[in-house]
């Protein structure tokens, strides 16, 4: 029987066989891009973390919360336990047609949950990091209440009189959630964000997109600009309604950069096109003056 705990799906990138991996285990990722655009939000949320506050991190898909609270974790230098929100349950449905006129129906979901990596994470004093923590359902999310509040974890297994343990005072908590985002999510409840310090994230500044997808591809610098100048050009020429995220910017410049490599037949038009096809046609339909407007911006890119 899968518990809710696990259906958090953990997700354990070097396991010491606690759930945990130490920040020194980590498996390579590329360099963290640092700009006084990136500081200023790290310096921020160390700031809050120090004095015991959890850091939720809320933005638009693309947007780096992710990679932001894995490398708050690593300074913070304890070990790192991660968990990305999801939501399955045992549900229990009783139809009772005895008498045939009369439908009976009785339905108990219930949430079961075991010593897992949460309880690992309160008793050692791990970082908890909660990557999309609003897929999941509100009332799975209210064990965090207490842990956060009074520092109590509520075991209502647990062999102990008192029926809760006390969390290790290192422990600490970053959160991150898509506030945009439908399909699977769920309302956070007020609760919980009333015990978080958010910290919104939007898109990054030029010379942060500029840099991340820099380190992110073997392009020269002015074909780099070029690309987030495009980006960036749709954003602010459909006034927000095409919105696409730095992510956008590293998928053109990578396959602009093979195809480069390769002697590939790809149109740098074709290859933005095809890219931000999400964009110019939303829910699949093609828009034609977003298309429009996004092949005015690769026209005038001076891309060569």
């Not at 696990?6 to 590329?30: E, I």
Request: net charge negative.
């Amino acid at each position: 029987m899968a518990t809710w705990m696990d259906n958090l799906q953990v997700q354990t990138l070097a396991d010491g066989g606690n759930g945990a991996f130490a920040p020194s285990q980590v498996a390579p990722r590329p360099a963290f891009v640092e700009t006084p655009f990136i500081c200023g939000i790290i310096d921020r949320a160390l700031a809050y973390a120090g004095v015991g506050f959890p850091i939720h991190f809320r933005g638009p898909t693309g947007c780096g919360k992710t990679t932001l609270a894995i490398h708050l974790a690593e300074l913070l230098g304890r070990p790192i336990t991660m968990v990305s929100g999801e939501h399955e349950c045992e549900r229990k449905r009783t139809i009772d047609n005895f008498i045939h006129p009369v439908l009976k129906t009785e339905e108990r979901v219930d949430y079961r949950w075991v010593y897992a990596r949460l309880t690992v994470a309160c008793q050692q004093g791990h970082t908890l990091i909660y990557d999309a923590f609003n897929r999941s359902r509100p009332e799975v999310n209210n064990i965090f209440l207490a842990v956060l509040e009074e520092r109590d974890l509520i075991l209502p297994t647990i062999k102990s009189q008192n029926g809760y343990l006390r969390t290790h005072p290192d422990f600490t908590a970053i959160f991150t959630s898509n506030p945009k985002e439908y399909a699977g999510a769920h309302a956070s409840q007020d609760a919980l964000l009333d015990r978080m310090i958010t910290l919104d994230l939007s898109h990054f500044d030029r010379e942060t997109e500029v840099d991340i997808t820099m380190s992110r591809t073997d392009l020269p610098q002015a074909q780099v600009e070029t690309i987030v100048d495009l980006v960036r050009g749709l954003r602010e020429a459909t006034r927000g309604e095409c919105d696409p995220a730095v992510r956008a910017c590293i998928m053109i410049g990578q396959i602009m950069a093979r195809q480069s490599g390769d002697g590939g037949d790809l149109t740098f038009a074709q290859v933005c096109l095809d890219v931000l096809s999400k964009e110019i046609s939303p829910a699949g339909k093609p828009d034609e003056e977003r298309r429009q407007v996004l092949l005015d911006l690769i026209q005038n890119s001076g891309w060569n």
